[in-house]
């Protein structure tokens, strides 16, 4: 009974360590027996294993039929033997002749252990596959292990993960023992256990980030509800508040930029811009353009097309360093944008000739208020310039003013459903 106590208690920890059911091991033990009796006998059709649970205690029968004359003793059970474990037993009964594990042969007794083994090592491969499965398109936190040519070693903490030089982020250069956030792309089974693909350029990994540090978007109370990201480089976020009273950019942003900046030195400096979402295209697109000030969208909602008129000295900044901004702003709103400026769109009919006799002296005195004097030339100089405060890792909304609502800055009566538009109010 010694051994049943020390098999049980083996049993316990292996539950405990490897996670696996103890119903598990117990059938992979009564399979390794029959696998013994199989290599001892030449075959085990006839063998039944019986095992409690609770105690461990495990018996081997072999079944027999009683006949007159033994021809195969492994099936077959003389009357004169069966009358010697019971009296009733006749010709053509059925008798359980137990057998004793340890006249098992040595070679029997290792393909018994080495069944075992392979019952421990599936199991524990499928506990690890269904947990890293269950969190398929999730985060994780793992730790750099080293460079296989092109690719990187990365331990999850039981197993390892993979991340191809395709999930990479150019110009990131990891160190052996360096933790990192990746997003679990792709879970597969395979005989060496799971194989578990990770990222750090899909733009899920920033939706999760903001998911893990602001509370309101954890809770549901802030919606993420479009994304575009260029990573490594700038990823734009649009947001929507549930509660009237949660403002969805002060709360992505935190205070003093501390929730937005603990993400943005997650991804090693990538600038983030969060926008307000809003289900009017023609301000949805305003507001993706930030940190540009636009004078008007008209936006197309069947052909998903938009033209935006901007500033002269802010076409750059809404182009962006190598069209960066337009085309973010295009994948978050799901709209072809064309920009122009004040002066091409006169030129192409889409502003009266008059305009900027109209607008005269009011965009002077919003430039001298948004930008100092000294930086103008700064920002108007070419499309490749940054903005101040993106080198200073602050949220682009936040630095040219943006308060998460633009209704004060343009007319709700200019625009209708079909065809939005949006006119900055000028004074005569």
Known sequence: MSSNNELLEALTILEQEKNISKETLLEAI????????????GKSENVKVTINPETCEYHVFQEKVVVEQVEDPVEEISVVNAKMIDSKYEPGDIVNVEVQSREFGRIATQNAKNVILQKIREEERKVLFDEYYSREK??????????????????????????????????EVFQPTERIKLYILEVKSTSK?????????????????FESEVAEVREGIVEIRAIAREAGSRTKIAVWSNDPDVDPVGACVGMNGARVNAIVNELRGEKI???TWNENSAMMIENALSPAKVISVIADGEEKAAKVVVPDYQLSLAIGKEGQNARLAARLTGFKIDIKSETQAIESGDLPENYLELSEGVYEEEYEETYPEEHIEEYAEDEGQATPWEDEGVHDSEADGYDGDNAEEFSQDDYGEEDEIIFQEVED
């Not at 009564?30 to 006998?41: D, G, I, P, R």
């Not at 070693?153 to 991340?163: E, M, Y």
């Not at 256990?193 to 990994?205: F, M, W």
């Open 30 to 41: 009564e399979n390794s027996l029959v696998t013994a009796c199989k290599n001892h006998f």
């Open 138 to 171: 999730d985060i994780v936190t793992g730790v750099v292990q080293r460079y296989i040519g092109r690719n990187v070693s990365i331990n999850l903490g039981k197993v390892d993960a993979v991340l191809t030089e395709n999930e990479q982020v150019r110009g």
């Open 193 to 209: 256990g799971p194989r578990i693909l990770v990222s750090r350029t899909h733009p899920e990994l920033v939706k999760r980030l």
């Open 273 to 275: 811009d969060i926008i």
